[in-house]
């Protein structure tokens, strides 16, 4: 059975950086996409960013030069570099991979950006 297993939250200051990281267990197949979403209390998840097996990256505007996102998808792995962080940015971060046809989500871990 697949397991996606986050980790790297926690809290920071205002313009500090963090690292998420998403490693997927028990399958064989490689990963298609692997993405990060968001949902801050009250709200609708949103996607934060994304990268596709062949490296196509997608990011939400609201992250756009402070986020990048990287993978190893040959290992169904995947992070999430978060620079200059904003109290907006506080969220319970998801993992989510796309692998052979099937659909992944992680735990989700908290980041609260806050000083």
């Known amino acids: 059975q697949v397991q996606l297993v986050e980790s790297g939250g926690g809290l920071v200051q205002p313009g500090g950086s963090l690292r998420l990281s998403c490693a997927a267990s028990g399958s064989i197949l490689r990963s298609y996409v692997i993405s990060w979403y968001r949902q801050a209390p009250g709200k609708q998840r949103e996607l934060v960013a994304s990268i596709t097996s062949a490296g196509t990256t997608n990011y939400a505007e609201s992250v756009k030069g402070r986020f990048t996102i990287s993978s190893d998808n040959a290992k169904n792995t995947g992070n999430l570099q978060m620079n200059s962080l904003k109290v907006e940015d506080t969220a319970v971060y998801y993992c989510?991979?796309?692998?052979?046809?099937?659909?992944?989500w992680g735990q989700g871990t908290q980041v609260t950006v806050s000083s």
């Open positions: 989510y991979q796309l692998i052979g046809r099937n659909n992944y």
